[in-house]
Structure formats: C-alpha cells, structure tokens
C-alpha cells in the first residue's frame, strides 16, 4: 500500500503484530488528506508504528491529523508509535505537546553510534 504526491510519500510494510508507515516529505493544509487517508486505512494491528524520519514539515494540520489517528488507534486497542522524528519534527512536536500524548522512538544514528567513544567495560577481550 502506497501513496505518493510530489510533496509526501507514504510506504506501509504490514507484519503479523504492527503496521510500519514511512512518511516523507511535507504534511500540510495541501497533503494532510493523504496521510489521514493512509492512516484510517491502515490494517488493525496492535501496533502502528509512524516512521517520521523523512518528514520535512509538520503543521497543526497534521499534528491534529496524528491526534485523531492515535486516539482512532487507541479505541481499538492498539498503538500509535511515532519513530524517529526529524529535528524539526520533533520541535513541533514538543511545542504542540504531542510528544506527551503518544510514544516517540528515537533510533540513534549509525554514525552517531560510531562517533561514541568505546568504554573500557564495553570491550571483550579474547582468551
């Protein structure tokens, strides 16, 4: 399941317990209709996982779209998790308070991972 405009895309990978949605680009008063759609659409699962990380912009068109799906979700019984917010996602986010009312994941970086100094507990010596 797919949707694409030149100013968002949506990917949706259905498993047996969740369902990842990967938005990208810009949801605003133009797209916001697209992500509701995808959202409403999406198969129940216990978990529905919102991957962010490839969103531009997220306006209070969007922050309520998010709103209503995690509440829809939550009727249901499941979980509306948001993965990896971009910085300025994650900006809106907390400004709107919508970080306080559903899940975030943030996923470090591989680089990050590797630009992390390596503690001396955190090495195995071989015998």
């Not at 009727?75 to 509306?80: D, Q």
């Not at 919508?98 to 390596?118: F, Q």
């Amino acid at each position: 399941m797919e949707a694409h405009s030149d100013r968002l895309d949506v990917q949706v990978s259905v498993g047996e317990q969740s369902v990842l949605m990967r938005v990208a680009g810009e949801v605003d008063i133009a797209t916001v209709a697209a992500l509701r759609s995808a959202l409403w659409s999406a198969p129940a699962r216990p978990v529905l996982q919102l991957d962010v990380a490839g969103l531009r912009l997220l306006s209070a068109a969007g922050v309520r779209a998010l709103l209503a799906a995690h509440l829809r979700v939550r009727a249901r019984g499941g979980e509306l998790v948001l993965v990896d917010p971009s910085p300025v996602v994650a900006r809106v986010l907390r400004v709107s308070g919508l970080h306080r009312v559903m899940p975030i994941l943030e996923r470090p970086s591989a680089i990050d991972a590797a630009r992390r100094p390596v503690a001396a507990t955190d090495l195995q010596l071989a015998a």
